[in-house]
């Protein structure tokens, strides 16, 4: 089909052939018609870069166009709401405003009030449903991307929950449901009451095989034997793929991994870049480092980044992710070594993806085998549409009989079926709460109708889970959370602002109870509660660290808030319970103002850990100080001041320098040390003592004196904007929009 052909106003189809696309790729002809531009439900189930997110565009535009509503996109993940805001940017010279939230469940989001497309993480979608904006009834269409992870124990619950109540508050709402790998797409599409469109269909066709010893066999029964140059398989092949000018994605199991496989690599990279691009890799490189004190990994990238080598995984901070990703993007990265979270995170296709390792260890599951739909996902990487003719994707074998086994596994297996996690007491609760509270459901009889809703009682029957309803609702009877009147449900104060915190049920009568009961609370204490959260993600002990916490916490016992499990009939809760201390202890160096490098280096974390433990932790300070506030318990001050503290990561006497923006925790120290220690000492103090401060300079410094009123005459532009001030203008912007 072409692209004149599609039932749009002639602006919007302009706009797309300025784009370079002319035509429809088959997949997205047999979305259109299936009715994608009619209002009707879809699921569409083709593989990755077969234009997915283009029949979504189209649809959206028909929506906003034609007056029928506003459009939501909704995906799994942070990164993926920045890369898909950024893209769907593009329209707003049309006159579609464009919104993202992704952060702040707590926030009604008045700003999205305008927007036509309004792009949303799964839980903050989830959340805003909670607040019931007014805006929420104009939606038309509902974009529900990377649907498969409705299979997903963590965040499938949710997304199944959301996709449930706007059908419930909407039922004319337009779906449209997309994946790269559904096995059970007519039960998807039956659970949407939606049409199936399924495909195999690629712009850049891609074949899987296996590699042993220099020697790839395909899944169509050819082999074909690679140049042998360093006697390491892996190696060799990278090479052939660079000699055509490819890009590789690697796929190992571990952060450590990463690390090792591309400093491997990257001395034999380097030989294959000209002279061009190993200056603009010296300057992306560059980009990395920030700050005098930066942790080891950081530097180690920055390096890797200068040969042509990036590793990727969740130890990275978001900065350092952007960097890598739009680096090897531009074709100046030739080799990222990356956990399987990337081929989830981003659209980040490469000419071949490699797959080492098909086995994962956790503590407490062991080693085991990654399901095929995993390795689906990632052999899906594989094929750069306009730059590719082929794509391919191999798993490395150490034997004869590995290499049977991984062709018989993982190449020629289809995904398996996806199915509701929704039975998950966890997520129950905390979804009827939700329910409840935002007076969704006021009965039993219209809780089974939402339920009734879900692809679990599509896949299970209503009756499988009632009895965990039950269950479900007397948790949140017993814990003061909902009222039972008659046949009628109502929240409490408590509940309701549960809810509305966007914390589990099991957190909020946590959290009651311990403050209630409790005259003082410690620094360590507190940051242990909010670390003993089932919402608040933790570090684990190491085996050589054991003693050192087991130490620690007989030394400590008197300031915690919470007994310990007992380490010989509870094992794994004691050494859950150990890990909430050593992340504890994390928190706390970074609100004592330890540096990046000394943290990581301290505790084998990165500080993308640190910064995911410290915005997890700032909320649920939040929610304490809330919690104590509706419980009548005197430490709600002491954690407002806790959740500050941890957003800055800082010393109490900073957080007003901090607030300024620009002014980070080096910087606020910095100002401090040079005797401009408040408010009023920065709006009195010439601007040029400000910007001799070290690590300010002039740009900051007029920054500074511009918030507070006081703005001074404007430098000449090339003295204002030098390269470190530039950086930190896109960090800034980055950061705003994370």
């Not at 909704?74 to 464009?98: C, D, H, I, N, W």
Request: proline share 4%.
């Amino acid at each position: 089909m072409e692209i004149e052909e599609v039932p749009l106003n002639a602006r919007i189809l302009s706009l797309i052939r300025r784009e370079g696309i002319t035509k429809l790729f088959p997949p997205q002809e047999a979305a259109l018609t299936a009715g994608a531009l009619d209002g009707k439900n879809v699921v569409l189930s083709v593989p990755t870069s077969a234009g997915k997110t283009l029949v979504s565009e189209l649809s959206m535009l028909k929506v906003i166009s034609e007056g029928w509503g506003r459009a939501i996109y909704m995906v799994p993940l942070r990164s993926l709401a920045r890369e898909k805001y950024l893209e769907f940017k593009k329209y707003q010279s049309l006159g579609v405003t464009v919104g993202v939230s992704i952060g702040d469940f707590d926030s009604p989001s008045s700003n999205l009030d305008e927007a036509d497309i309004v792009v949303l993480t799964t839980e903050r979608a989830d959340a805003m449903i909670r607040h019931r904006p007014e805006w929420i009834h104009d939606v038309g269409i509902v974009v529900a991307d990377e649907i498969h992870l409705v299979n997903d124990e963590s965040r499938g619950p949710t997304l199944e929950m959301v996709l449930a109540k706007i059908r419930w508050l909407k039922p004319d709402v337009q779906i449209l449901a997309l994946s790269a790998t559904i096995s059970n797409v007519s039960e998807i599409a039956g659970w949407l009451n939606a049409k199936a469109v399924v495909s195999d269909w690629r712009p850049v066709p891609l074949t899987e095989g296996v590699l042993l010893d220099g020697v790839v066999r395909l899944a169509d029964g050819s082999m074909r034997f690679i140049r042998r140059r360093t006697g390491d398989d892996l190696t060799d092949v990278i090479l052939e793929a660079l000699d055509d000018d490819g890009q590789v994605l690697v796929f190992v199991s571990s952060r450590r991994s990463t690390m090792a496989v591309a400093k491997k690599l990257s001395r034999f990279v380097k030989t294959s870049l000209d002279a061009e691009t190993q200056e603009e890799l010296r300057r992306i490189g560059l980009r990395v480092i920030r700050g005098q004190t930066y942790p080891e990994a950081t530097r180690l990238l920055a390096e890797l980044i200068t040969h042509g080598v990036a590793f990727h995984h969740a130890g990275l901070t978001n900065y350092e992710r952007a960097v890598v990703e739009d680096a090897f993007r531009s074709n100046m990265v030739k080799v990222i070594v990356a956990t399987p979270t990337l081929a989830a995170g981003v659209n980040l296709p490469a000419r071949l993806a490699i797959i080492r390792d098909y086995r994962r260890y956790e503590s407490f599951r062991g080693s085991y085998h990654i399901p095929v739909l995993e390795y689906k996902q990632m052999a899906g990487r594989a094929g750069r549409p306009k730059y590719d003719d082929h794509g391919e994707a191999l798993l490395v074998a150490r034997s004869l009989d590995e290499n049977d086994f991984l062709f018989e596994r993982y190449v020629l297996s289809e995904p398996e079926d996806i199915h509701s996690k929704l039975a998950s007491p966890r997520a129950l609760r905390s979804h009827l709460l939700a329910a409840i509270a935002s007076e969704l459901t006021r009965t039993r009889t219209e809780i089974e109708r939402l339920i009734a809703g879900t692809l679990f009682s599509y896949q299970f029957s209503l009756q499988s889970i009632s009895h965990l309803v039950d269950s479900a609702l007397r948790f949140l009877i017993d814990g003061d959370l909902v009222l039972q009147e008659d046949e009628t449900y109502r929240a409490t104060a408590l509940g309701r602002r549960a809810s509305q915190l966007y914390i589990s049920p099991s957190t909020a009568v946590l959290f009651r109870e311990i403050l209630e009961e409790s005259d003082q609370v410690s620094l360590l204490g507190a940051l242990h509660l909010v670390c003993h959260s089932p919402d608040q993600p933790v570090t684990y002990v190491q085996r050589r660290e054991l003693e050192d916490y087991e130490y620690l916490l007989s030394h400590h016992l008197d300031h915690l808030l919470v007994e310990p499990p007992d380490e010989w009939e509870e094992p794994d809760l004691y050494s859950r319970f150990l890990g909430e201390l050593k992340t504890a202890q994390i928190l706390l160096d970074w609100i004592s103002e330890e540096s990046e490098r000394n943290i990581t280096e301290r505790y084998g974390v990165g500080m993308g850990d640190v910064h995911r433990f410290a915005q997890s932790a700032e909320w649920l300070a939040y929610a304490a100080a809330e919690i104590a506030r509706i419980a009548g318990s005197p430490h709600a001050p002491f954690f407002r001041q806790l959740q500050e503290r941890l957003k800055y990561g800082v010393r109490p006497e900073l957080l007003d320098l901090v607030k300024i923006r620009g002014v980070g925790r080096v910087r606020g120290r910095m100002l401090y040390q040079s005797g401009l220690r408040t408010i009023q000492d920065l709006m009195e103090a010439p601007i040029e003592r400000i910007a001799l401060v070290p690590s300010v300079g002039m740009a900051v410094a007029r920054s500074i004196k511009e918030q507070l009123g006081t703005p001074t005459p404007m430098l000449d532009l090339a003295e204002e904007m030098d390269e470190h001030s530039m950086e930190q203008a896109l960090i800034d912007e980055f950061d705003v929009l994370e």
